[in-house]
């Protein structure tokens, strides 16, 4: 996958748009819909911790309503 691809699944990361991040992540990685919230979640780790002013959202409204 692209870095633009990568970059984009960030991007939705950050902007709360978890549904498009975790297709975007199966789709890069190949894998299904556990493994992708596995990896959804490291990703959210590391982009809470290198980019903590880009979210707009506080822990505890990020997905909020979202169930999977």
């Known amino acids: ?14 902007a709360g748009r978890m549904l498009p991040a975790l297709v975007g992540i199966r789709a890069e990685l190949g894998c299904g819909i556990p493994a992708a919230i596995d990896e959804f979640s ?3 780790e590391r982009l809470r911790a290198e980019r903590p002013r880009d ?4 822990r505890e409204e990020y997905g909020r309503g979202f169930y999977s």
């Open 42 to 44: 490291k990703r959210y």
């Open 55 to 58: 979210f707009t959202l506080s």
């Open 1 to 14: 996958m692209s870095d633009d691809a990568a970059a984009e699944i960030h991007e939705n990361i950050v």
